[in-house]
């Protein structure tokens, strides 16, 4: 599995990465510690560099129904309700799978959520330490997508 997830991006050390994407990165582990995850334990934070050069955040929210919001889902809906659609990147902050030591890549739903808004969006994914980052984007984690616009 490792492998697979391993060539879906291209793994940097953090310390290799501009300025502007590490200050991405550490918006997302900031807001991860707001997180609401009584039931999982799982924080999850997430940040968005609009086209604007704005930052919007998000962190995943949970409820006794189980019909959490992911912190993607936070985020892109917080920034469509500020009025921005354009993205350019997105960072992930969760801990690793500890099970086969991989990054933690947005679910499904978060996937087809973010592809709403360009298919050349950079996903950059990071454990809470920024030690190691997987870049990649949204096309090549959600190849075969369905969207109205490309």
Do not use: W
């Not at 391993?6 to 793994?11: D, E, L, P």
């Amino acid at each position: 599995m490792a492998d697979v997830q391993r060539s879906a991006g291209k793994i940097v050390e953090f310390a290799t990465l501009s300025a502007d994407v590490q200050d991405l990165i550490k918006r997302g582990v900031d807001v991860r510690e707001r997180a609401y995850c009584p039931y999982s334990n799982f924080k999850v934070g997430s940040a968005i560099l609009c086209d604007d050069g704005s930052i919007i955040t998000g962190c995943n929210v949970e409820n006794g129904a189980h019909g959490s919001i992911c912190a993607e889902r936070t985020a892109v809906c917080k920034a469509v309700s500020e009025g921005k659609r354009k993205f350019v990147k997105i960072a992930v902050v969760a801990d690793k799978d500890r099970l086969h030591d991989e990054f933690v890549a947005p679910c499904g739903s978060c996937r087809q959520f973010i592809v709403e808004f360009g298919t050349q969006i950079e996903i950059l994914l990071s454990p809470p330490d920024m030690s190691q980052v997987l870049i990649t984007s949204i096309k090549e984690i959600l190849p075969l997508h369905f969207t109205l616009r490309e």
